[in-house]
Structures are given as structure tokens and as C-alpha cells.
């Protein structure tokens, strides 16, 4: 699944000792007393804003891999014609007893017909 566009657009292009400048105002509390006041300062209450999205974008984006982070590669491709992929792991219970088992799918189609072959392999 591909990730959605940003919502957000740079907020500065501050370096060096200017961008030390912004962290100074910010260590001070510059920020939170202006946003209460949007109409007193528009520029900063812009500036509040972008900042909100990028809150909200490194939310989003922790969830996503909070998600995905224990996933493997799906497909692993040896050349153009030739493809190995590999489903979910599977937990079967039966009495008690607990088998793993994954079903791995390689693809040749390097000829007229693609070839299709499917294994299911049990873990142990």
C-alpha cells in the first residue's frame, strides 16, 4: 500500500544559526502564547497550522508502521520472467497443538503459458 501524499508544505529553509533562532523563541513559549490569538497574528497563526498537519502527518505515520512493521517482503523477484511470493503464516490449532504453516507460490512466465506452482510449507 502506498503511503498518501504529505499535507504539509515546508515551513521554513532556516540553517546554522538561524534555525537556532526559531528553537530559542520556541524554548521560550513564543509558540503557544500566539496560538490562542490567531487574529493578532495571522502569519503565526499559519504557521500554528502547518505545524498542526505535521502533527497529524507523523501520527498517521506511526500507525502505519506500527502496522506494517513486523511484515516481510511479499514478492521476492529472481529475474523479469521468474517470481517467488509467499502468503500470510497461518496458526492451526488441533488438540492442543499448534502448527505453523506459510504457502509459498513461484511463477514462470517466461514461456506462452505461465507456470504456477503452489507449496504449502508446515513449520516446525
Sequence with gaps: MALTDKAYVAVHDKTGSDKVKLKDEFDAGYLTKIAGIPSKEPALAALVYQIGLLQDEIDYLRTEISANKDKVIPNITGTANHAISF?????????G???????????????????????TLTLT
Aim: proline share 0%; charged share 15%; no cysteine.
Design 87 to 95: 502468503g500470510a503464516l497461518t496458526a492451526t490449532t488441533v488438540r
Design 97 to 119: 497443538k499448534t502448527t505453523y504453516s506459510v504457502v509459498m507460490t513461484v511463477t514462470d512466465s517466461s514461456g506462452a503459458k505461465a507456470v504456477v506452482k503452489t507449496v
